[in-house]
Nanobody, 123 residues
Framework: QVELVESGGGLVQAGGSLSLSCAAS????????MGWYRQAPGKQRDLVAT???????NYADSVKGRFTISRDNAKNTVYLQMNNLKPEDTAVYLC?????????????????WGQGTQVTVSS
């Protein structure tokens, strides 16, 4: 089973910055897309940003120009640098990854979620 563990997050004033990281561990064969999602209380889980193995990125319109996603393939880790944070960015941020894992003698597809890390932006 591939496990994702997030770190970072916390409380920051509007206009401030935070950095998140997420490391994948387990019997990983290959990780394809890694990404960040967020979920505010009472709202649906929304895409924040994704990054492919080739470094291609995709961002939600609401974070373009403020957030930057990156990854270190050697460390199976994805990062999210968040600048100029706004109160509406307040949410639990969850890491996601998909790819293949080695289990019981063969490779199979996986898609895993982290437990989430709280980001709170005060006005």
């Amino acid at each position: 089973q591939v496990e994702l563990v997030e770190s970072g997050g916390g409380l920051v004033q509007a206009g401030g910055s935070l950095s998140l990281s997420c490391a994948a561990s387990g019997t990983i064969g290959r990780i394809n897309v890694m990404g960040w999602y967020r979920q505010a209380p009472g709202k649906q889980r929304d895409l924040v940003a994704t990054i492919g193995t080739d470094g291609s990125t995709n961002y939600a319109d609401s974070v373009k120009g403020r957030f930057t996603i990156s990854r270190d393939n050697a460390k199976n880790t994805v990062y999210l640098q968040m600048n100029n944070l706004k109160p509406e960015d307040t949410a639990v941020y969850l890491c996601n990854a998909d790819g293949t894992e080695y289990s019981r003698g063969y490779f199979k597809d996986f898609r895993s979620w982290g437990q989430g890390t709280q980001v709170t932006v005060s006005s």
